[in-house]
């Protein structure tokens, strides 16, 4: 029996924390048994805000290698711009996409406030129609199922919106409707700041670096916020959830009962906590060394996974522009 097929991809910005993997990351790597699987780092959707040409392309390659040190197989890892079709499927679907639709995305609204507050106020056209080019990525393997956090849930309804509207038009279910796959993985949250979630954006405290310092792991753990009143502190759950999510699931029970027995010490909470992450961190920065160190290898070895994931998106670009009335090399 085929597998079915899974698409997720991610962009390009900067280190990876314990949120990016616990809330995404690990899920793909969990998934690559069971689906044919496809990840892409999508530096097209990295254009769309106000970035550093300087820097774009090595934080590409950063978060491949990335990717790859965290158990990303190889051969499911692909770069964006290694595969133009999703531009040019892109531009296709601009025209089954309705415009009020694209106007009311949340993740525009609220990237375009971040961009209007930066030096001259400037929102390009392509933060706009981003979910357009996020519905090419998904349609163009076909994909079944798009594992993604619940933020994303308004950009798979327009991408089935637009796959419906395309196979209206064109008479047949040509495109499968994807589904979006809500991950079982937590939300870690902020340690300094336990009612935001860990993000990079929001400053060097907020998140943590998973191939960061040792010390600098332990000693964030050891200043996370678990202030409580009576019930259990967000900070606290956090913590706990960290520590589940590291794979110690009887010792967090045990340390939540003890919790609501009100005879946790957090202290020792926070050096368990710190162990469990430091344990993953080193085992992520040895394989990354190694990675690194192999730098042009993998490289090539990207290039060509990219190579042999394109041959599928090129063939479903072809079917598509046979069916809207466009040229290929057939006509
Ligand atoms: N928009 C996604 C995010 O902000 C990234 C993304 C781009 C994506 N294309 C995608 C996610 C396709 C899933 C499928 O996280």
Redesign the pocket.
Known sequence: MNKKRV?????PTGDMHFGNYFGAVKNWVDMQDEYECFY?V?DY?AMTMPYDVKKLRNNTWELIFNCLAVGVKPDNLFVQSLVPEHTELGWIFNNFAGMGRVENMT?FKDKSIQSKLGKDGFISVGLFD?PV??AA??LIYKADF?P??K??SQ?LELTREIANRFNNMVGKEYFVLPETKYTATPKIMSTADPLRKMSKSAGEKHFINIFGEEARIRKQIKSAVTSSDTKMSEGVKNLLQLLTACGYNDKADELEKMEMDGTLKYSELKDVVADALVERSEIFKTKKAEIVADKKAIKNQIKDSSSAIRKVAQQTLNEVKDLVGLLNVKH
Do not use: K
């Open positions: 698409l997720s991809c991610i962009q892409g999508v959707h993740q981003y080019l996020q990525d998904i798009v993604v956090g933020d994303q950009h």
